[in-house]
């Protein structure tokens, strides 16, 4: 950390700006130097001159999968190039590095680590062991990290009593969702559903024929043309229409075939969200896994508003819906 905040302060160039400018990717650090890219740069052997091959595989021609093959497999030559760095140093340096290998206190596995986001920065929100009150805190990692530097603001806040209320919160959700749709389900006849799908696949039929039909009238226009009976100009002006009116029916039945392929997904999700909240409902502690299961990411505003992100659509809508009658609840007590 004290190398990279001394390259920081000397306004030494990260490597993603210097990606910027040549591959134009982006940089997510302001510019400023973190200990991994430090940690990278020092154990990469390549500065000494060697070239290193055959650190990782294809698992077949056909997959775009790779795995990593142990060090011992690795093709290694030395001095391939002019080196920046002694192989002296590189060794010392390596040393060091192993010595502080291991020292770092493994960090609690709390619930919705690795879910949380700074609104702000975008940058994670790191969960911090516990004081000696046995509080936990959150903060933005990038402010604990770059604060000195100007960068974000703490997003404090208490995370014991965060994590109780989020469960409330995805209890709640998951319980009126069902709830609603139960209620919707007894409503709505499922015929309805089928008859639309009969309609469709009627629709694709039609265009189908209609494709047909425009193929046929090619067909003749050729033989026409052959017999000489119209010109080439003609020729090509008309087959060039009916080509791309075909094309516009091949597009539209694209486009149906989806509407009829996305129902029967969707339902397959449904009843995997339906066993989901099940599980999720009667476990009185939740696991990580189910946590992620249902949860994209949480951000976190510097004035502690929570926007959390559903992977299931329907369960986003619910807590959209239910954030907006709770906001207009506090509305009405405030204008009553
Ligand atoms: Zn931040």
Redesign the pocket.
Known sequence: MQIADYLSKQKIPIPSDYNKKTRGTKSLTYGLWQQSTVRFILSNEIYTGTVIQGKRKKVSFKSKKFINLPEEDWVKVENMHEAIISKEDFERAKKVIQATKGSRVVQNDYLFKGLLR??????Y?GIRSPDKNGNIYGR????GRFGKFD???P?NFNYQVFEEQMLEVLREVCKVYTNTKKLEEIAKQTKTKQCKEFDIKKQIESFKQEIDNETRKLEVMYDDRLAGIITLDEYMKNANRIKETIKGYEQNIKELEKEISCKSYKTENESRLDNLIEEFLSMEKPTKEIIREFIEKIEIH?DKQVDIYFNFKPLQEMNEKLNFICARKSYEKKVG
């Open positions: 700074c609104y702000d920065c975008g940058g929100i933005c990692q990038r402010y960068v974000c603001s997003h510097s």
